[in-house]
């Protein structure tokens, strides 16, 4: 009996941590910069019907790692409504590292500040780097909690589906044929 009981509590969690992300929905969220600005999720989707928020912290090495390939993927797509921000979850004690680190990987995307992890426990975000793509319907449409090298081109590939990205095809006129038919009539002679 306890192992039918262990087994239908396993399959449950696993029918839980199964369902798509996009069935989640996100909170509105106020936050501020480093220079004291302030921000919500919302003000930000006015802007940009897709943001694509990373979770982060400038002693993470994964996260140092994904950053750089994320925002060369989420520039590649600004035209499509695309932006990305990054939420710092650095403390006091290392939130002087974060401008000149982001600046020496030429990182001038927005950051977020979240000392006290009062929006990453909102979004329950257990580990760095997690990324999510939220849309302009405050719908969270992607999460991916970590970084693999390789995991780029998944990443872009899940982005493009959400965005509705299409690549367009170019396609090359093929020269038209002669005719050479029997039936053209030859000039008579005379």
């Known amino acids: 009996m306890r192992q039918l009981v262990v ?5 449950v969690a696993l029918m839980l941590f199964a369902l798509p992300a996009y069935a989640e929905s996100a909170t509105d969220f106020e936050m501020s910069d480093s220079k004291g600005n302030s921000y919500t999720l919302s003000d930000l989707l006015e802007k940009n019907p897709f943001i694509v928020i990373d979770f982060w912290s400038v002693e993470c090495k994964p996260c140092n790692l994904w950053l750089p390939s994320l925002k060369k993927i989420t520039d590649k ?7 990305l921000v990054i939420i710092s979850q650095d403390t006091s004690l290392t939130q002087s590292k974060i401008e000149p680190f982001l600046r020496s990987m030429k990182i001038d ?4 500040l979240d000392p006290e992890l ?7 975000v257990t580990s760095i780097p ?6 302009k319907d ?6 991916h909690s970590g970084f693999v090298t390789g995991f780029e081109k998944e990443f872009e590939t899940k982005l493009q589906e959400i965005i509705g990205y299409k690549a367009v095809e170019i396609v090359k006129e093929q020269p038209e044929e002669k005719s050479t038919s029997s039936s053209e009539s030859k000039p008579e002679s005379k």
């Open 118 to 124: 009062e929006v990453s426990d909102q979004f329950n």
């Open 130 to 135: 997690t990324t999510l793509i939220i849309d």
């Open 7 to 11: 087994m239908l509590s396993l399959i």
């Open 138 to 143: 405050l719908q969270i449409r992607y999460r």
């Open 109 to 112: 995307n927005l950051v977020l």
């Open 77 to 83: 797509y600004k035209d499509n409504g695309v932006r």
